[in-house]
């Protein structure tokens, strides 16, 4: 049976098998493929057996199903296949490969001419980008580029009330609060909408104080700092560990 | 939620013109502003354009994308696909213009644009003016600046320290009127009572650190005050450039009704 492989920009967050029932993806925990973003609604696609091939279904979706970059209704899936909700694309692997084609997630392509007036602002056109970014990178310690976008990083629960044993960050800001809409919703009475705040930087992630102060490791957070992994978070009654590979 | 945004802009005190543009319309939920490239080649009137455009393609409400769009964007919400859409039309806008105009040629501009629906913000840029929530009396940049040295930062080139002291820092990777099409970042968050906003042009941040941002933002009474004491800074810290910011700064409608009828118990109300 084919595979389903859950990708957050390159990075693989999970593999669900299709030998059973119906498989959901929305916002809320409860779905199989659980999607944390605002474009995404909470119950938003479902991906299911018919005839021995599989099927995906929009379940009126505010955003809509998008398969191979065509929004659909409805459609049938086959092998090298790819479903994007929200930031995440769903693979389907029918030949239990293990590995995801190398068309990937579309890669940028700054495509600006050089501006002719070379004054204070210049635009860079790929090739030019290129060479001085090698330039660049030649004269300092590394030989080579390192890949421009940092992993994924996740919270993992070590005790507290809250949802789920995991959590991927895939977006700009995760928040840790009571709102409904947070990513690690708090449970009680006396939790703040925004108890603390990750954001992700060009350089990493970060974690900052909200309406409380955090700890990273047994020391309070004032001012955001850079989240190693492995470092051990906590804030109102909850311990999260950050982890992130390299 | 409710709302409030003020604009200030100002051409500073070397440059001998204002070559940045901004729209506000709450109408039309819209909040955007555009920095026009410095030198010869008209970035008024690119920056101009941009803001023109982005308004008056959002008014037409034409669902079906451009051709050659990245209509598929399923990582955001209609209302910032309509803004991306919209920002598409300006670049080729420019880009038309720079073609059939030979004293516009080479003409170009960023563009950093917002529209807030309920809690959800959209944002869609290209360029380096920049986006940034301030939430918890802490300044978080939102959108990452399409600049070689913001390039060389993600590459693990350099250090954010050194970026912000490099020579280069001007340099672009895109910008609106260069090509047919350009690639537009896009992304929404979702937005917490208390938060305010702030879209600015370079001008702001190359003479007015983070850090002092953040302290005008929380001591501003209003964010007219705000968006003016911050272009203020700037001129007085040099005012090497344009500079131009709108302030937006919300609060719940319950807490504006309640404070209308109890003024007395205004900071008891939750």
Same mark, same amino acid.
């Given at each position: ?7 957050f ?10 030998n059973?029932?119906p ?16 474009a995404?609604?909470n119950?938003?696609?479902q991906?299911?057996?018919?005839q021995?091939?599989?099927?995906i279904?929009?379940?009126?979706s ?12 409805q459609?049938?899936?086959k ?6 909700v929200g ?24 495509n ?9 602002t210049?635009?860079?056109?790929t ?12 004269t300092?310690?590394?030989s ?31 928040v840790i ?11 009680g ?6 108890a ?13 104080r ?26 109102c ?10 | ?5 003020a ?6 005190l070397?440059?001998?013109i204002?070559?940045d543009?901004?729209r ?14 410095g ?23 034409t669902s ?9 964007r ?13 920002i ?15 004293t516009?040629?080479g ?10 629906? +309920?809690?959800? $913000?959209?944002? =869609?840029?290209?360029?380096d003016?920049? !986006? ?5 009396? #802490?300044? /978080? ?18 250090t ?8 280069l ?7 609106l ?10 992304d ?18 190359r ?6 941002? +953040?302290?005008? $933002?929380?001591? =501003?009474?209003?964010v007219?005050?705000? !968006? ?5 800074? #700037?001129? /007085? ?34």
């Amino acid at each position: 049976m084919p595979i389903l492989i859950v990708k957050f920009e390159g990075s693989v967050l999970k593999k669900v098998l299709t030998n059973g029932g119906p498989i959901t993806i929305g916002r809320l925990p409860d779905n199989a493929i659980a999607i944390d973003n605002l474009a995404v609604s909470n119950r938003h696609a479902q991906i299911s057996s018919e005839q021995g091939h599989l099927v995906i279904k929009d379940l009126d979706s505010l955003n809509g199903t998008f398969v191979n970059n065509q929004r659909v209704k409805q459609s049938s899936l086959k092998d090298g296949d790819v479903v994007m909700v929200g930031k995440h694309s769903i693979y389907i692997d029918g030949n239990d490969r293990g590995e995801v084609p190398a068309s990937d997630v579309k890669q940028p392509a700054p495509n600006a001419k050089e501006a002719r007036s070379v004054d204070e602002t210049l635009v860079l056109d790929t090739e030019k980008r290129r060479r001085l970014m090698q330039e660049i990178a030649a004269t300092g310690e590394r030989s080579q580029i390192a890949p421009s976008r940092i992993r994924v990083a996740t919270l993992v629960r070590v005790k507290g009330r809250i949802e789920e044993a995991e959590y991927p960050l895939t977006g700009k800001l995760t928040v840790i609060g009571k709102s409904e809409m947070a990513t690690v919703r708090l449970r009680g009475w006396f939790k703040p909408k925004v108890a603390a705040q990750i954001s992700r930087r060009d350089d990493g992630y970060y974690l900052g104080r909200g309406d409380k102060v955090p700890n990273v490791n047994g020391s309070p957070v004032w001012a955001p700092i850079l989240l190693a992994d492995g470092d051990v978070i906590d804030v109102c009654g909850v311990q999260l560990k950050f982890t992130i590979k390299e | 939620m409710h709302w409030d945004a003020a604009a200030c802009t100002d051409k500073g005190l070397i440059r001998p013109i204002n070559e940045d543009s901004y729209r506000i319309s709450q109408e039309q939920n819209l909040f955007v502003l555009s920095d026009g490239l410095g030198g010869a080649a008209k970035g008024e009137v690119a920056s101009a354009i941009a803001v023109e455009a982005v308004a008056a393609s959002l008014n037409e409400r034409t669902s079906t994308g451009a051709q050659g769009s990245f209509a598929t964007r399923p990582e955001v919400s209609e209302d910032t696909r309509s803004l991306v859409r919209a920002i598409e039309v300006a670049n080729r806008k420019i880009h038309d213009e720079a073609m059939r105009d030979s004293t516009c040629r080479g003409m170009g501009a960023t563009i950093v644009a917002a529209r807030i629906s +309920g809690r959800r $913000l959209g944002l =869609a840029h290209v360029g380096d003016s920049r !986006a940034y929530l301030f939430r918890a009396d #802490a300044l /978080e940049q939102l959108t990452a600046d399409h600049s070689l040295v913001a390039e060389q930062v993600r590459h693990g080139l350099l250090t954010h320290q050194q970026a912000a002291t490099s020579e280069l820092q001007s340099v672009l990777t895109r910008a609106l009127g260069m090509e047919e099409t350009v690639e537009i970042d896009a992304d929404e968050i979702e937005l917490f009572p208390g938060d305010s906003l702030l879209l600015c042009s370079d001008g702001l941040t190359r003479m007015v650190p983070e850090a002092e941002i +953040g302290a005008i $933002l929380a001591q =501003a009474p209003d964010v007219r005050v705000a !968006a003016e004491q911050l272009v203020h800074r #700037a001129n /007085e810290r040099g005012g090497h450039d344009n500079v131009t910011v709108i302030v937006i700064r919300g609060s719940e409608r319950s807490k504006r009704w309640i404070a209308k009828f109890f003024p007395w118990g205004r900071s008891n109300v939750i």
